[in-house]
């Protein structure tokens, strides 16, 4: 039993799974043989088949009821019918034929839905798939098969595109390469489908082939159908069935086996009259008698849209041309729209016959075909009759327009208006051809030119005439415009050829003029080279300036013969046409330069160019558009056209491309909602403010029109979101030079919410510490944040106008945008929401109303949602921010968490860890989830609900307290965990807010003694204290109120103790300190001094002796003599003992007393008046005094005559700048003085001077001195120092005295200095003849004149030569490259404005074409270099980064833009690759910029690769740099290289460049420029190039320089041991491994150790510092000799930890005046710290 039950099962099995695979959709998805290979129908394919049929039948029959629908044997059936399976067929019909006996199989029809007619005439229900669904028997289900659902829905875009392949075969193809549409439609397929260009009519192509072929499993089909029709031989199929569901293989089937026969007469069929009145192309159903079936099948398949079946039906006699019920067969097509068949007919024999029929149909009556097509609205049909030429009258005359014209569809009326339009043209043309043969006005012919549209080509083609030499009702274009300009004057014939030309343009015209615009015909351009030919040749000359500017040496223009055929089809032969196209060609090259202009402004604008190359091509574009203008006369350009498009003036709305990767604007807050394309376009402006291009903004601003309101501002914001300090104060304080749209206001708040977004923590720390920034918050928002926020929040337009306009939201999206663009905190945010809470800017709950706006920013993209979440609890964390306090905001935005969490598992992880700490801090999250009922599958669901489950089971454990539980029992709980202080109840309420609530006195005061605050605060913001009164619990208040006064009194009490025991621990600690100093002090100062004071003590009892001396031979003493001023005239240094003054001042102030005493002693019986030792005015000092006297003597006594003179840089501006009469003047003065005359005018001494000045009248009348001293060099000779007006000389005198008097201090008396020198001391070249500019201490720029040559002055081109010292000639006469090293303010920048001039005085006089360039990285340095050398136009003064700008504007071939937003710096490089980095740890940020610029990107090695890096062995191996050249350890450097090269992927990665990659690419250039482009090179090559601080760049930027001078024209000044920009490590050996490249003769360095700009004590000092440096690290820079002061000086006092208050109370008191030196990006910061402090300099 047990078997026989298992046996049946294992059958019951076996037959239901071989059911299953026999499943309804098994079936359509497969073929019939892979059915059969499926292993459960295993017994199907062996003898045993037919009995596994019967069996798998009747097992049917015993559970069909208990089967789901896939397994009725109805759809199973259908299925295997549909699919022509012919051998599961047989098998199941054999098994069992009952079941093949249903006659209610559903299918969809497969008939026509007229997508294939005009669109506008449609009615089906074409986007319903359901449509035409029906039932039918077997027979007709076999014959139908399977349908496609969706084929029929065809978009008009793919049917128009399917009617252009469809007139393409009609009226195109060679019948014997494309016989027929399906051939044509296959080709079409093949493209399409190997297309990567789209599909345009694809759907459209495929639903025809399948329409037009037969299907894959037709054989099977006819098989089976065959079989069921043996079976059942009274079944007649109707054949109209076969052709309405476009079977073509039925018909042919039924013809075939003879259940059909085409010959016979249609009228016998029953079927065919049975459904005659289906018909529509019989007359009232009635079928003509003699009309075959063949016929009435052939006008059924037109009826039907069957084209197969009509190819069919006509392949053995063609197609029929009978004429039934009143029509043909091409009738009847255009009746019904069938522009295939009609297309196939044309293919016909037939066709000539079918077009010359009239139609005899009632309402049809004498029209052809294409009146039919017209009058029913079939406008395509229509069309391609009339493109295949057929009669366009019909019996009576009418075109197919007037048949259009009373439709009742108005497009088919205003196709009938279009199609009369070529009539009226030709009607115009006509008149126009009278008017000019008549000789009418021109301005009359204008006008009617102008309102007929006679060269409008559009006009034209719309009215047919697809080509300028097509005829058409007798005409074409080129004949009537070639007839009006032969008749025509020349005036008239210039105008129509010009509005000809300049009209013609795209494709349409192209197409027209027979141009090929997708073979792009070769047309004959104009090189400038003959443009300028051309130009010249007919005296334009201002267009000759203008085409050979640098920025159109790519211009050419087509020649207008050559163009299309305009010029020829008007004046062709005639001999007006060489002026006319001279005068066509003179439009077009101004038309060409005015586009190149534009693209020119663009790409300065775009890249950062010079101004003054903006403003000429400003110029020079508004003058070619004025230009073009005139030479066009009355000629309108229409707006549309290209021509408008190329003469529109450039405005500041004009978009530039940027690259979307790297488009840094995109982080801006207004500009982050653009789409994610590539590229993106940004307005010009944004791009100004972006790239910080300050000359560029500054100029447009002033010349540039297009600006408003939005736009500045959006420029201040931009800025001051990048940090262009220049552009926002530029803005913010306009000198006037333009003038602004907006507000100072709207201005201010722009450029803080800018730098708020930027998190600039420094510029809004500075605007909230001033006035203006107290009230920051409520000046942008305009009252409190949170009220803003309430009131807008349900306001979605205003939701995102506060994203871009509130100040915390700004500094909020800046804080996200750094958390999603790197993994490291943003410090700065955090500070920045500090400063607003601390200065009540901004509150807590300010900031988290704007948190919960982020959440709806972008709600819906995971990674927003995940930054702003992080941002959320980096925000609580930093600043204290409890979530209880704001749990109805943290509701919302867990609410908004879990809408973004649901659909995303990758969100599930961060929300519900957010969920988690929030619950724990109190917030209630019971009813966050309401709306994932839907979400029954979601694995963030089960989370939530899990953190629900345990929210509640915390809740239930204060159940103890809430209940009354003893408090032994609630200390156990918490002992054991389930309790926490930090625990909170629903409602947020913590452990002491229940106690107070439920009067447990005894429990507050256990967690009293456990030490838990009793002010925190629940969700209420209510403090224990709150609860127990609101709970009315009076015990509770009771002692809440007792302890928290017992805390305060004891805190008070214990304050005071504390702060009394400091004080009297402080007073101990400095008693102790002061007697320990004083200690020290004493003894220190025995030890320094004991040999000093020894020595002063044996020399006192020589003191009175040698000074009794010296009082008693000085003579008529006026004034008591001081000690000090003894001393001060001595200056007897002690270098052996190096003694400060400071260690003298008390011996100085005794031994002076003393000697004033003894003076006074012995003096006392004279007559000399003592005077005091007080400070007198220099001009009041001495009236009648020594200096007088002597002055008169040696006026009195001289009578030299010198040779030459010399004159200081002031004189020499005087005479080449001032009136040319004072030259003559100033020769004749020193023609006298020369010549040894001498009076009051000539040589007057001036009084109150220390130093004898003697000033010389330039003449009586204009009041001018000349100012000069009597040096005592070697010969002596005279200096003048200035000519200036008489007011001025009293202040001039005192500026020379002075700087005489600094002179004089920096030198020894000659009898100290020649015993030093003995001693060894000091060296024997001691310089003595220095004299210093009175403006400054630097070595005065004299010139030497000679008395022989003094007329040379009057002279234009008189220069006068530059006196140079032995050191300076030294220097600046060396040949080669110079390079000149010294340390900071020893005069290297005066030996290059030396070597300048030098070299201009030396060389530019007998070569005119000599250059120099001057290059620094400072401005201020450029500047004072330019100031002291003087103007000259061959000498040019640029920054270095000024210079790159210039070279790459200059030079052709730039492949690459390099934005300085795209630059990556140190800063950068440290910030965003080297703090990512895996080895950031082992190799710092500045060692490895220092190694990448340097040596691997920046080495002269690097350069001579191919990729222009060094390669890694040659930086691995030590032998090959060397260990001095790189001190990268060994064991390091692979790991540096490997560094390296993940940065210059990041590079590429990102598309950023650093200053290597620059300057690489600019060296490439200039090397092709030289090699193919000499003339441009030429203008950025100098003859000779001075560098300033040469230690500051790299190998590669040295050879840049090289490049620019040639290999011995350079001149490099540096400090080796100074070095500002990061990553360079600048050694004399990097400058010559470069010279040795080019081939340069480097002489040995040049070294300048006098100190012009310190004293003594500082250089000592700044000594001390480099020799610890040089003994720590003695290959950290190049050793020189110790620099020497020109001053004696003190030590400098070291500020050490000095805060910026303290600093601010010493520059107002102690230390005012003091310099304050800072770096680059501090100095604005610093001074606005120091309250504008004025002397701070970088």
């Known amino acids: 039993m047990i078997k026989y039950i298992f046996e049946a099962f294992v059958s019951f099995r076996t037959l239901y799974q071989q059911l299953d695979a026999l499943s309804a959709g098994s079936l359509s998805e497969k073929h019939e043989e892979e059915i059969l290979q499926d292993d459960r129908l295993a017994n199907f394919r062996g003898g045993d088949a037919k ?139 093949l493209k399409m489908d190997s297309s990567s260009f789209g599909s345009f009519g694809f759907n459209c192509v495929k639903y025809r082939l399948r329409l037009i072929e037969d299907e894959d499993d037709v054989k099977g089909r006819q098989n089976i159908l065959e079989h069921l029709l043996l079976k059942d031989a009274d079944i007649r199929l109707d054949v109209l069935f076969v052709l309405r569901q476009r079977q073509c293989w039925a018909l042919r089937f039924l013809v075939d086996k003879k259940y059909l026969d085409l010959e016979e007469l249609a009228a016998k069929d029953e079927n065919l009259a049975q459904n005659a009145s289906t018909l529509s192309f019989l007359n009232s159903g009635h079928i003509p008698s003699n009309m075959t079936l063949r016929c009435c099948l052939s006008f059924a398949a037109v009826q039907y849209d069957d084209l197969q079946s009509l190819e069919w039906l006509s392949e053995p006699l063609g197609a029929p041309d009978d004429l039934v019920s009143g029509w043909n067969l091409l009738h009847y097509s255009a009746f019904m729209g069938r522009i295939e068949i009609i297309g196939w007919l044309s293919t016909q024999p037939v066709w000539n016959s079918l077009v010359s029929q009239a139609s005899t149909r009632k309402t049809y009556v004498g029209a052809y075909a294409v009146h039919i097509a017209a009058s029913c609205g079939h406008l395509h049909a229509c069309d391609l009759l009339i493109s295949l030429k057929v009669p366009l009258e019909d019996k009576k005359g009418k075109l197919p327009e007037d048949y259009a014209k009373k439709s009742q569809h108005e497009f088919v009326r205003k196709w009938a208006g279009k199609r009369a339009k070529p009539h009226a043209l030709k009607k115009d043309v006509m008149k126009l051809l009278r008017q000019v043969e008549e000789q009418k006005s021109v301005s009359q012919i204008k006008d009617f030119i102008i309102s007929s549209r006679f060269l409008d080509i559009d006009n034209w083609r719309s009215c047919d005439w697809d080509s300028f030499d ?690 006074q002693d012995e003096s006392s019986g004279d007559d000399d008046e003592i005077v005091t030792d007080v400070i007198i005015d220099s001009e009041d000092l001495v009236p009648d005094g020594a200096v007088t006297n002597q002055a008169t003597r040696n006026l009195n006594n001289s009578s030299t005559q010198w040779l030459s003179f010399q004159m200081s840089s002031h004189v020499v501006k005087f005479l080449q700048q001032g009136d040319k009469k004072y030259r003559s003047f100033f020769v004749r003065r020193m023609h006298q003085l020369a010549s040894g005359e001498r009076s009051r005018i000539l040589q007057k001494p001036l009084k109150g001077s220390k130093t004898v000045i003697y000033e010389t009248y330039l003449e009586q009348k204009s009041g001018h001195r000349i100012l000069w001293t009597e040096e005592p060099f070697s010969p002596p000779r005279i200096v003048i120092w200035y000519v200036a007006k008489h007011k001025q000389v009293s202040r001039l005198m005192q500026l020379i005295d002075d700087s005489k008097s600094r002179s004089a201090r920096q030198q020894m008396p000659a009898t100290l200095v020649s015993e030093l020198q003995n001693e060894g001391l000091i060296p024997q070249n001691v310089k003595k003849d220095v004299l210093l500019d009175i403006f400054g201490n630097v070595p005065l720029k004299v010139y030497d004149v000679n008395f022989n040559a003094i007329n040379e002055i009057t002279k234009e081109s008189w220069t006068p030569q530059l006196h140079l010292t032995d050191e300076e000639r030294d220097i600046v006469e060396a040949k080669g490259t110079v390079l000149v090293l010294g340390r900071s303010g020893t005069g290297k920048t005066i030996c290059i404005s030396s070597s300048i001039e030098f070299d201009r005085q030396s060389t530019a006089a007998h070569d005119p074409s000599f250059t120099q360039l001057f290059v620094a990285r400072s401005v201020r340095l450029c500047r004072y270099v330019e100031g002291a050398v003087g103007e000259d136009n061959r000498t040019s003064f640029l920054t270095y980064a000024r210079l790159l700008n210039d070279i790459e504007s200059t030079l052709p071939g730039q492949t690459r833009n390099f934005n300085p937003s795209q630059k990556i710096d140190f800063g950068r490089f440290k910030r965003d690759f080297h703090s990512h980095s895996s080895s950031n740890e082992k190799i710092s940020a500045l060692i490895l910029w220092t190694v990448i610029r340097t040596f691997l990107k920046g080495s002269i090695e690097a350069f001579q690769t191919p990729e222009g890096i060094l390669p890694r062995d040659e930086f691995v191996e030590v032998e090959r740099l060397g260990k001095n050249r790189c001190r990268i350890p060994v064991e390091l450097r692979e790991q540096v290289y490997d560094e390296f090269l993940q940065y210059q992927k990041y590079l590429q990665d990102q598309q950023l460049w650093d200053d290597c990659d620059r300057v690489r690419h600019l060296l490439l250039r200039m090397k092709h420029a030289k090699k193919h482009d000499p003339e441009t090179f030429a203008q950025v090559q100098r003859c000779k190039v001075y560098v300033d601080e040469v230690q500051d760049y790299t190998q590669l930027e040295i050879l840049l320089f090289f490049y620019l001078s040639g290999p011995n024209g350079l001149f490099l000044a540096g400090d080796p041991a100074q070095s500002v920009v990061e990553g360079t490590e600048f050694r004399f050996e990097e400058v010559r491994g470069v010279g040795h490249f080019v081939g340069s003769v480097i002489q040995k360095p040049k070294t300048v150790n006098v100190n012009f700009r310190s004293h003594s004590g500082i250089l000592n000092c700044a000594g001390g510092v480099l020799d610890l440096m040089f003994t720590h690290f003695p290959s950290s820079a190049k050793q020189l000799k110790k620099d020497k002061g020109l001053f004696q000086g003190s030590r400098p006092g070291v500020l050490l930890g000095t805060s910026i208050d303290q600093l601010n109370i010493l520059l107002g008191d102690k230390l005012k005046g003091a310099v304050v030196l800072t770096h680059d990006e501090s100095a604005r910061h610093c001074r606005r710290l120091l309250n504008d402090y004025k002397v701070s300099y970088t």
């Open 470 to 1159: 097509e005829e058409l009702l007798g005409i074409s274009f080129r004949d009537a415009l070639h007839s009006c300009c032969k008749n025509s004057d020349v005036e008239l014939a210039k105008w129509i050829c010009f509005r000809l030309y300049f009209s013609c343009a795209g494709y349409s015209a192209g197409m027209f003029w027979g141009r090929n615009v997708w073979a792009q015909k070769v047309e004959e351009r104009l090189s400038r080279d003959d443009l300028v030919s051309f130009a010249r040749e007919r005296g334009y000359d201002d267009l000759v300036d203008q085409i050979e500017g640098k920025w159109f040496k790519e211009l050419t223009c087509v020649d207008p013969l050559t163009r299309d055929s305009i010029l020829d089809s008007a004046l062709g032969g005639d001999e007006r046409l060489a002026d006319v196209r001279a005068a066509i060609l003179h439009i077009d090259i101004l038309v060409n330069v005015a586009k190149s202009s534009f693209s020119a402004i663009k790409d300065i604008l775009q890249r950062g160019g010079r101004v003054d190359e903006l403003g000429e091509l400003l110029r020079i574009n508004a003058s070619v558009r004025e230009a073009v203008m005139t030479e066009m006369g009355d000629i309108s350009i229409d707006k549309r056209h290209g021509l408008s498009y190329s003469l529109r003036p450039f405005e500041m709305t004009e978009r530039l491309l940027q690259q979307r990767k790297h488009n840094p604007v995109s982080h801006l807050l207004l500009f982050a909602e653009k789409g994610y394309g590539y590229v993106v376009q940004e307005g010009a402006h944004i791009v100004l403010a972006a790239e910080g291009y300050t000359e560029l903004l500054s100029f447009c601003l002033s010349n540039v029109p297009g600006w408003n309101t939005a736009m500045e501002l959006n420029v201040i914001r931009t800025a001051s979101f990048f940090g262009h300090a220049s552009i926002v104060e530029m803005l913010l304080s306009p000198d006037g030079v333009f003038t602004l749209n907006s507000d100072e206001k709207e201005r201010h708040n722009a450029a803080i919410l800018g730098a708020g977004q930027a998190l600039r923590y420094r510029d809004l720390e500075f605007l909230v510490k001033t006035d203006k920034g107290r009230d920051l918050g409520n000046r942008i928002e305009g009252g409190s944040f949170k009220d803003y926020y309430q009131s807008n929040l349900k306001n979605e337009e205003r939701v995102q106008q506060m994203m871009n306009e509130t100040l915390i939201l700004s500094v909020l999206m800046g804080c996200t945008r750094e958390l999603s663009d790197s993994d490291v905190d943003n410090k700065n945010g955090m500070k920045t929401l500090r400063l607003f809470v601390d200065s009540h800017i901004y509150t807590h709950d300010d900031i988290m109303c704007a948190m919960e706006l982020l959440f709806d920013r972008d709600a819906y993209r995971i990674g927003w949602m995940t930054c702003v979440l992080d941002l959320l609890q980096t925000v609580m964390d930093a600043l204290g921010i409890q979530p209880i306090s704001h749990s109805k905001l943290i509701q919302e935005m867990c609410k908004k968490l879990v809408r973004t969490a649901r659909d995303s598992d990758e969100a599930v992880f961060p929300v519900t860890s957010f969920l988690l700490k929030v619950t724990i801090a109190g917030i209630d999250i019971q009813e966050i989830g309401e709306d994932l009922s839907y979400y029954s599958q979601s694995n963030f669901k089960t989370c939530l609900t899990n953190l629900q489950q345990k929210q509640r089971s915390d809740w239930s454990r204060f159940d103890i307290v809430k209940k009354g539980g003893s408090l032994t029992d609630i200390q156990q709980v918490m002992k054991d965990g389930g309790l926490t202080a930090d625990s909170r109840d629903r409602g947020g309420l913590l452990l002491t807010h229940l106690s107070a609530a439920y009067d447990r006195v005894d429990l507050l005061e256990w967690l009293v003694s456990e030490g838990i605050d009793f002010d925190a605060l629940d969700a209420q913001h209510r403090t224990t204290l709150d609860v127990a009164k609101a709970s009315k619990a009076s015990l509770a208040t009771k002692w809440i109120t007792e302890w928290k006064a017992k805390a305060v009194i004891g805190s008070f009490l214990r304050r005071n103790y504390y702060h009394a025991l400091h004080r009297r621990r402080l007073q101990k600690s400095n008693d102790a300190a002061t007697l320990i100093q004083s200690i020290i002090r004493a003894y220190a100062t025995r030890k320094i001094f004991a040999n000093v004071l020894m020595r002063r003590m044996e020399e006192s009892q020589h003191f009175a002796i040698v000074w009794g001396r010296v009082i008693a031979s000085i003579d008529n003493i006026a004034t008591s003599t001081s000690w000090a001023d003894i001393r001060e005239q001595l200056i007897v240094i002690d270098i052996k003992v190096g003694l400060d003054d400071e260690m003298l001042d008390d011996t100085d102030q005794k031994l002076s007393r003393a000697m004033e005493g003894a003076v």
């Open 51 to 189: 009995h596994a049929a019967k069996l798998l039948t009747r097992f049917y029959r015993d559970w069909k009821d208990r089967l789901s629908k896939d397994f009725k044997i109805g759809r199973i059936f259908r299925a295997i019918m549909e699919k022509g399976m012919v051998r599961l067929f047989q098998l199941l019909y054999e098994a069992d034929q009952g079941l093949f006996a249903i006659n209610d199989y559903m299918a969809f029809a497969n008939e026509d839905r007229q997508q294939f007619i005009q669109e506008e005439l449609r009615t089906s229900t074409e986007n319903d798939d359901d449509a035409g669904s029906f039932t039918m028997n077997k027979f007709y289900a076999c014959v139908l098969g399977s349908y496609l659902s969706g084929q029929h829905c065809i978009d008009d875009a793919d049917f128009h595109d399917y009617l252009r392949c469809v007139k393409d075969h009609s009226l195109w193809c060679d019948a014997n390469k494309c016989p027929s549409l399906h051939h044509h439609l296959s080709g079409e397929k």
